[in-house]
């Protein structure tokens, strides 16, 4: 496929997700962390015209001067942000104005791209990435937002839920072992700076721990016991009164969960997801194993499935070595969180076709759980 | 005009209010104290449903069996409440259905009103009085929703600010007062109780503070001097950083301010609107003055043109002699509130034609700002 | 009695009441709306060398410059404050330097009381008013600081409890009755201003709410009855998940109360205490009967025995008519703390002897419970 | 030394440092997460009492059955603990009763000692090393107490200060290095598992920032420049109006800082204190470099001089490979805190003589700043 017809496809996908919903739902934030639909759609466009229309396409007129400041994000560079947690409040533009603001911005896009310009073509492909990116948290942020409704609505026809098969553990031989991204094609700068890492001998599991087994811990009162659970993840618990995955809910001995396709009865074999890394951990306590390393899961990934689930590892998201930031507004990408966040390998079914790589590092605070997060255990060998 | 044309005349009212919305704005809550649109729609709507046309109108069909859960507001004896600082998040219903839903409820209260119960025609005239007060809460829930976008839209053609006349004292000489509602027709029941009240000999002004006059108070260092102020209207000022009335802005010596009509050059002869109970308590000190008892104000509001803002008084909201709260679900309109509470008198440019009266009693935290609040001075003569 | 002699014996009684403290007893400050023992005892002695030795005795020599500034409460007029809730971080200056400080105010103040000058001995009273004030607040701290301590330690040998009899109920015809302080000697500002309110026909309880009668209410249910209380209220009780008065223990249906002498089993005969605004409100709810306002208390007072607690009464606290703030430091007394305050009248088992008159104005927060705050119940007749 | 005269030596040095306290300092409990004096004298009292003389003296009788509940920390299996933030409020217990309370152990803990059992001498030494960590707690929190007492009490005579010398770069070759304890004595569950960690090429600097340095760093902006920072970290400044290191004040130019032995004019050659990790990651980024790992510094710490500050990694706090939690109360040791903390290495002049060692991990979150922390800062070679 040539770039333009990525680019409109990237694009389409974006609108793909909206499908289904009605212009109320496109201002839907329903915590500080989530964005709106709205917001999501905007921002990935404004990126497009920020980064790339501004500076190569002579002659391009800014469609809206003031959607620079509504809809740049956290890029403090840029100029003054609007509030963060005020987002749902921008009304307008309207939903269609934001639409119209999208097809202006694809029009120029197209012009640019049919220039073939490879300098132009390397932030078009990282355009594109990060609207990818967007697409994977506009789907988990509308399903959170969503579920706050009393009426349970469907965010979208897609099954989340598949049987897991049942567990193998592969075993890995300690050694050095390379890390980091080597191949051609796109990459974030954090995965960068391909560099060796020791690993010493372990076994991961070939399969993600279930609904049904997940189960098994909530029912052994693992809840109420503080010694399987990290200090903060037990205050966690305490002060939010945590009693099993998020969306998950208990009626007379019956589970139920809220998923893109409405509220369902719980599915034993199905892989369990939205829990927090505090919840991964003791779950992995309680068995009497422990989550993998970053660096365990990736020289292993080859030899199991993945793509289900957002995976925490038991590694806090840090820069590799001779990490550097960019200059400028795009260096604000990745190296500015690398504090208090756990790294999440893998994908998950949010995850747009073609985003996925086995050393992309995504990473979250270990209590946010609605994105979909699930766990894989690992054991140390020979130790 | 009959009551049927009555209840249609107030139900339209709501709509027009509405008339320069995109339902984008339909959901809006920029905090826990406001309502959305829609919902003030939805819930002035379930109040006639639910406290009229469920027992009186035989064969009556409830239009949606979980309205009564989502538009619901502080009736706790009616049944669990959604939370009040969500109601923003309930993008469903849309607004198509809660139009629909208005009209469902119309012609079934059609039908109900021509059949002339009297005791129906009680319960539709609160219904409709509900409504009205209602109205007034949109309209300055709105401006205040509609102020967080930086786009500062218009919410309505109307003329916020009318120049005050050059003011006069009033004197009303000392003696035995009556105090509360008597006349025939509707009022709330914390205005009954017709009841005696002592007056000391005082003096009101005639006219209300203005944006020019209270211009000189925030020129003259007011709110940075802790003694003009009562100590938690200094805590107030310091902990929110107020400097300014709500809506205000200044920049580089020239004063703006948002209204129902857009951004406007401040007007120094309008009166001043948008203070919290602090703010009047404080520029009364400063000018050696102070506010009227809400008792005062009734004893000779006939003697002034009141109208425009509603006045803060220094009385705070109590129970009149003999006042008792009425059994079941509407008991719990008015005396919940009686404490911790300011009164306010008079009526406001968002108050709806033929909703106001000299013993309304309107009531409100000392901090507030929101609504259209202004300040009429007075001052005690021989003492 | 002299005034040096009864200026020493104020004096005394702060002391007396530390009599059982250890040095490490002396800074306990379990919230921010209470002070340290030493604070009290510095503080009080801080008003004496501030607003009179300093202006009235020659070649007087303060103490020590900082005290000033550490000492200081609410005045803002006369320079910073210590940050309120830290001032149970003063470890310094020390008990022993503190004792030692009121002793060399002590002797100052005796050689200028001796001096007889009129203006001095007026304030000299009001000093001596305001550590009276400050003893009743000790003790009311104190208890409240001790009591978070696991070892339950007594504060006192004083017997909180004393039986009530039989209710009796006191009629109070309607007319217009004079209010406020009339008499010779000591009154705050607060209850100046003789002056005439309307009073309609009431009766009002001889004795105090009992324990045993209030523990009916708690066995009702009535802690999680919404309609009984104010909204506020409500809210109140379920944010701080109150089932209680403060202070009380239930233990497998045996009842127990943290008393000034130590954990003692709960006496129904003694009359309630501890308790906030809302539930002396929703208590008289729940029995049908009501608050007295301030007025009518101040004008039954005669008929009734009263002294052990302070009563709740439902009349905010408000300026009477005609109400001035004195100009300068002292000034800050009283007036800038009325709004959002509710009056308690009478007096309390921790008010010392002379301190108390039928006009006294005490004043709280509606949720405030750690004084001695009892309830005594009031109907309307004839309305 | 024999062990029992090591014991004593430990034991003395707790009640050295409080040698210059008032009884009233011994409460002093500044924020949440300090602890008072009077707390860590008797809660490592209380280890040796519970973990051993309760397991190995036979006929011992617990000295006060209540301490077991007050003087527990966070070990949650031991039972309930004390409210941590209340810790300031037990005034209760005394003083002396806590110092008779470290006589009566210290005495049953000689008589078992020299009965020379090695299991129990193994927990002995846990036990001393227990004491110890909180010596260096005890320091650091009383200086934090202390300082929020604006008569700024000395706390010991300790010279904090002594000047860095010139700073070099001291190379390390890349390769496969040991990391983690492995000679004989003492050292803490989080230094077991010695493993390998592969090593890239960098440089890491022979000496600490100094003052003067830092200083250079605040006035160039750095702490009004969001580029320098990581967004949790510009957060916590901007939130907090963070301007400088904990302790240092600015007076028209001049910078003192509170220092154990009072306030004193800023050293610019003393190695800078009291610097988060924010603010230690924004300095190496101001100055083109970076922070160490703990791998790094572990490897080169044999060439440069350590001891003064703890010193910040860029190292998250994660258990080793192969790591175990053991069973049973002393488990909850270190484990359950390895998540959101960034590892410190090196020890400070708060360390006890004979508590530091080269694999000895200490960890904080990164905003904390009141121990003695310092920056050391280290570059990749040849990326």
Redesign the interface.
């Known amino acids: 496929m040539n770039l333009l017809d990525e680019y409109k496809k990237v694009r389409e996908h974006s609108n793909f997700l909206c499908s289904h919903l009605?212009?109320?739902?496109?201002?839907?934030q329903?915590s500080e962390e989530v964005s709106p639909p709205?917001w999501h759609l905007a921002h990935t466009t404004w990126f497009f015209e920020q980064f790339i229309l501004v500076q190569s396409l002579p002659n391009y007129v800014i469609k809206h001067p003031?959607f620079n400041?509504?809809f740049n994000s956290?890029y403090?560079?840029m100029g003054k942000r609007?509030v963060r947690n005020?987002r749902?409040?921008?009304?307008?533009?309207?939903?269609d104005e934001v639409m119209e603001y999208r097809s202006y911005v694809d029009e120029a896009m197209s012009q640019l791209i049919i220039q073939g310009d490879p300098k132009t073509a390397e932030l078009v492909v990282l355009g594109m990435n990060h609207e990818q990116q967007h697409q994977e948290l506009l789907l988990s942020d509308l399903k959170f937002?969503?579920w706050?409704?009393?009426?349970n609505?469907q965010v979208l026809s897609i099954q989340e839920y598949t049987p897991e098969k049942e567990r193998q553990w592969i075993s890995i031989e300690e050694g050095?072992y390379p890390i980091g991204f080597e191949e051609k094609g796109f990459c974030y700068d954090n995965e960068m700076?391909r560099?060796?890492?020791?690993i010493?001998p372990f076994s991961i599991s070939s399969s993600l721990v279930t609904n049904g087994q997940y189960l098994e811990f909530i029912q052994s009162g693992a809840y109420r016991e503080?010694?399987l659970?990290?200090?903060?993840?037990?205050s966690w618990v305490q002060q939010n009164q945590i009693s099993s995955p998020l969306y998950w809910e208990e009626n007379e001995g019956d589970w139920s969960y809220y998923t893109l396709d409405g509220m369902k009865k719980l599915d034993p074999k199905a892989a369990v997801s939205h829990v927090s890394?505090?919840e991964a951990?003791a779950y992995a306590?309680w068995r009497g194993e422990r989550l993998p390393t970053e660096f365990e899961w990736e020289v292993s990934q080859s030899q199991f499935e993945w793509g289900k689930r957002w995976e925490w590892t038991?590694?806090?998201y840090?820069?590799y070595?001779?990490f550097e930031?960019a200059p400028g507004a795009l260096g604000?990408y990745n190296g500015?969180?690398?504090?208090?966040q756990?790294v999440l390998r893998g994908a998950s079914v949010a995850t747009p076709a073609g985003h996925s790589r086995p050393t992309y590092r995504n990473f979250f605070h270990?209590q946010f759980r609605w994105q979909f997060k699930g766990i894989r255990l690992a054991k140390?060998n020979n130790?």
Request: proline letters at 9%; a neutral charge.
């Open positions: 009605i212009k109320e739902d496109y201002s839907l329903a709205k003031q400041f509504l956290y403090n560079a609007t005020q749902g409040l921008m009304s307008r533009p309207s939903v937002s969503l706050h409704n009393p009426l609505p050095v700076g560099h060796s890492v020791y010493h503080s010694r659970w990290l200090d903060e993840g037990w890394f505090y951990q306590t038991y590694s806090a840090l820069p070595p001779g930031v604000e500015k969180f690398m504090v208090n756990m270990p140390s130790l």
